[in-house]
């Protein structure tokens, strides 16, 4: 399996502009995570899916953030308009069903907004 | 609520030398306990988990953990350090159902040759 994919793999952008960040899950995977990592708050979790639907967006920082599941193999983040504070990187996680399974990681996308 | 402390920001180590990343837990239940490892410009990559069974768990790239009920503790270790073993080293920790992992800040690992 080609892992949890992500693109882009790095995002500049100006203060104000839309910006889609996008997750290929792995296959089979059930669920999805969306995290945004920062060095002053650390990691954290902002919106996950169980079956494609959203079940806690409580981490999602202003109602300028969103994030969709279409299908089971596609997830998007978007920020309309976005800041330079949402400079992070941003990561999506997959894991099946059962608590006993570890959440697999894609690589990130770096987002810098000037 | 499910929480997860590391109480070290970094650790610092010599190379062939034995090192321990320090992890304690809080959770309702049993808890089911997570190591991930970050790379620079990296994402996070599974090392090993416990879930039931030998409290001592053996992952990936040599590392081993060591849960302790008692203490609420689980604790990296790996006997000889690597200059490639540092990282960013990240406890985490998922309680009943189908919850998330709660993150640690995560604990830098520098070591020296």
């Known amino acids: 399996d080609a892992g949890v994919i992500q693109s882009p793999r790095h995002e500049v952008t100006e203060m104000g502009q839309e910006v889609t960040l996008r997750c290929k899950p792995i296959?089979?995977?059930?669920?999805l995570f969306w995290y945004r990592q920062t060095m002053m708050r650390g990691l954290e979790l902002l919106i996950y899916?169980?079956?494609?639907?959203?079940?806690?967006d409580s981490g999602m920082p202003e109602d300028r953030f969103s994030a969709k599941m279409p299908n089971a193999s596609f997830s998007t983040l978007k920020i309309q308009p976005s800041e330079p504070r949402d400079s992070a990187v941003y990561f999506c996680?997959?894991?099946?069903?059962?608590?006993?399974?570890?959440?697999?990681f894609g690589p990130g996308t770096r987002l810098t907004v000037t | 609520a499910q929480s997860v402390a590391q109480p070290e920001d970094q650790v610092n180590v010599a190379e062939g030398n034995p090192l321990t990343v320090k992890c304690t837990y809080s959770?309702?239940?049993?808890?089911?306990l997570f190591w991930y490892v970050q790379y620079p410009n990296r994402g996070l990559q599974f090392l090993l988990k416990y879930i039931t069974g030998d409290n001592l768990v053996k992952g990936s790239y040599g590392f081993e953990a060591e849960f302790n009920k008692s203490q609420t503790s689980f604790h990296l270790k790996k006997p000889s350090a690597l200059v490639s073993d540092s990282a960013l080293y990240f406890c985490a920790v998922r309680g009943l159902g189908g919850t998330p992992l709660v993150f640690g800040k995560g604990t830098r690992l520098s070591v020296t040759a």
């Open positions: 996680a997959s894991r099946r069903s059962g608590g006993r399974d570890e959440q697999y």
């Open positions: 296959s089979g995977h059930d669920y």
């Open positions: 959770v309702s239940g049993n808890p089911y």
């Open positions: 899916f169980n079956n494609n639907v959203p079940i806690d």
